[in-house]
């Protein structure tokens, strides 16, 4: 005898899947100002985007050559958090460096 809850009486059982998506990522850019020291920028690049004194060094030169350099990728919130840091940073010590956001 089978138990009213366990038969199927004809139906299909699926099994539901959920596709998680990953979250959209943004570059951090660094901009360059021609105030802004070499060794802040690159204190900024090891302090807060957790870069070694040689990647701090070569983002920091990006900047200053071409303007603009990747400080780091990721999501939305953490590179929104990460922005407000480096200018709350960059006002105290009367830099104007500039931070913006770009989706990857």
Same mark, same amino acid.
């Given at each position: !005898?089978?138990?009213?809850? &366990?038969?199927l009486?004809?139906?299909?059982?699926t099994?539901? %899947?959920?596709?998680?998506?990953e979250?959209? %990522?943004?570059?951090? @850019? @660094?901009?360059n100002? $021609? +105030?802004? &020291? !070499?060794?802040f920028v690159?204190s #900024? @690049?090891?302090?807060i985007f957790?870069? *070694?004194?040689?990647?701090?060094?070569? #983002?920091? @030169?990006?900047?200053?050559? $071409?303007?603009?350099?990747i400080?780091?990728i +990721?999501? %939305?919130? #953490? /590179?929104?958090?990460? #922005? *407000?840091i480096v200018?709350?940073l960059?006002?105290?010590?009367?830099?104007?460096? %500039? /931070?913006s !956001?770009?989706q990857?």
């Amino acid at each position: !005898m089978a138990d009213s809850d &366990t038969e199927l009486h004809g139906e299909v059982l699926t099994d539901e %899947r959920v596709e998680t998506k990953e979250p959209p %990522r943004f570059k951090v @850019l @660094l901009h360059n100002d $021609d +105030y802004t &020291t !070499m060794e802040f920028v690159v204190s #900024i @690049l090891e302090n807060i985007f957790q870069k *070694t004194k040689h990647e701090a060094t070569r #983002i920091m @030169l990006n900047v200053h050559n $071409d303007g603009v350099g990747i400080a780091g990728i +990721y999501t %939305r919130e #953490i /590179c929104e958090t990460k #922005i *407000t840091i480096v200018h709350e940073l960059a006002r105290k010590n009367q830099f104007p460096l %500039r /931070c913006s !956001m770009e989706q990857e």
